[in-house]
């Protein structure tokens, strides 16, 4: 946790890959000299949602957040909460600058695609329609994949995130601001400027695409509280093309090697074929030069 927040800047967060991995080769390699490098590089973040007592985060891809908004604390949408990509979307070629949605946490600010910095604490919005399409998957969240989580499927009427523990409902935004503790004003605002988006066809604040659209307007209305989650860090020791491990002065230390994502080579790029290729890559150039020595 403090290594989090010391490398990261999040005081609380939710890791959707091994909860195992706390940072022990990082004070290991730290004690032999080694130069760090990419700390602050990670895969993520998103939100996801934890139950209203902060006692249980929802598994991995739990929640569909095209089927509504995502507020801070202020009842302000904040950034472009749609979990898609517009990257392989038939006839929206052109230049990377210009497309929307979240790669791996990674979204486009000012046409760059930078990490995303997310608040310690947000809401996600959304409202019957929303439930019924299924904006909360809970024990169905194994059918939410990568390629169906934009999709407006109808699911089991009976899943419910009020029962389960995770959502506040109310039958107006007002109502469901009050029990969110979030300014009345701010969020009926927000929900008036999202549904008159959805409406025209054009999010003006976030560029959410106009067939992932979906207004605010059914009551029942839900509110899941969400923290920021990520799938994995990137930063450690500094390496060469030796995969040796090198010191604060840029110099091999004897016999230490590493590869993957501890101490990637890729900052805050997240290469396409994925952390494991890393790993298997410069695994093999640690054991061919080791086997060398001998």
């Known amino acids: 946790p403090e290594m989090l927040q010391d490398y990261l800047s999040f005081e609380r967060m939710h890791a959707a890959?091994?909860?195992?991995?706390?940072?022990?080769?990082?004070?290991?390699?730290?004690?032999?000299?080694?130069?760090?490098?990419?700390?602050?590089?990670?895969?993520?973040?998103?939100?996801n949602g934890i139950s209203l007592d902060g006692e249980k985060t929802m598994p991995y891809r739990?929640?569909?957040?095209?089927?509504?908004?995502?507020?801070?604390?202020?009842?302000?949408?904040?950034?472009?909460?749609?979990?898609?990509t517009t990257m392989f979307t038939k006839g929206e070629e052109g230049p990377l600058s210009l497309h929307y949605g979240c790669r791996h946490?990674?979204?486009?600010?000012?046409?760059?695609?930078?990490?995303?910095?997310?608040?310690?604490?947000?809401?996600?919005?959304?409202?019957s329609e929303g439930k019924r399409f299924g904006a909360y998957m809970g024990k169905d969240v194994a059918n939410n994949t990568l390629q169906n989580q934009t999709e407006k499927t109808e699911i089991d009427p009976a899943i419910d995130a009020v029962a389960d523990g995770y959502a506040l409902t109310a039958d107006t935004i007002e109502e469901l601001a009050a029990l969110m503790e979030v300014?009345?004003?701010?969020?009926?605002?927000?929900?008036?400027?999202?549904?008159?988006?959805?409406?025209?066809?054009?999010?003006?604040?976030?560029?959410?695409?106009?067939?992932?659209?979906?207004?605010?307007?059914?009551?029942?209305?839900?509110?899941?509280?969400?923290?920021?989650?990520?799938?994995?860090?990137?930063?450690?020791?500094?390496?060469?093309?030796?995969?040796?491990?090198?010191?604060?002065?840029?110099?091999?230390?004897?016999?230490?090697?590493?590869?993957g994502e501890f101490g990637s080579i890729w900052a805050a790029k997240y290469q396409g074929s994925g952390n494991i290729t890393e790993c298997m890559v410069f695994g093999r150039i640690a054991a061919r030069e080791l086997i060398a020595k001998e």
């Open 183 to 259: 300014p009345v004003d701010e969020l009926v605002n927000t929900v008036n400027v999202w549904n008159a988006s959805c409406e025209n066809g054009v999010d003006e604040q976030f560029h959410r695409p106009s067939d992932q659209l979906a207004p605010v307007s059914t009551p029942p209305f839900y509110a899941i509280p969400c923290i920021p989650e990520i799938l994995n860090t990137d930063g450690g020791p500094r390496r060469n093309e030796k995969a040796q491990i090198l010191d604060v002065d840029g110099e091999p230390i004897p016999n230490l090697y590493s590869s």
């Open 62 to 84: 739990s929640l569909k957040k095209a089927l509504g908004i995502v507020v801070g604390v202020n009842g302000r949408r904040f950034y472009q909460e749609w979990e898609g």
């Open 105 to 127: 946490g990674h979204q486009n600010f000012g046409g760059e695609w930078k990490m995303l910095p997310l608040p310690d604490k947000q809401w996600f919005v959304y409202d």
């Open 17 to 47: 890959g091994a909860s195992t991995n706390t940072g022990d080769g990082h004070r290991i390699c730290a004690k032999l000299g080694a130069g760090m490098w990419h700390m602050n590089s990670f895969a993520g973040a998103w939100s």
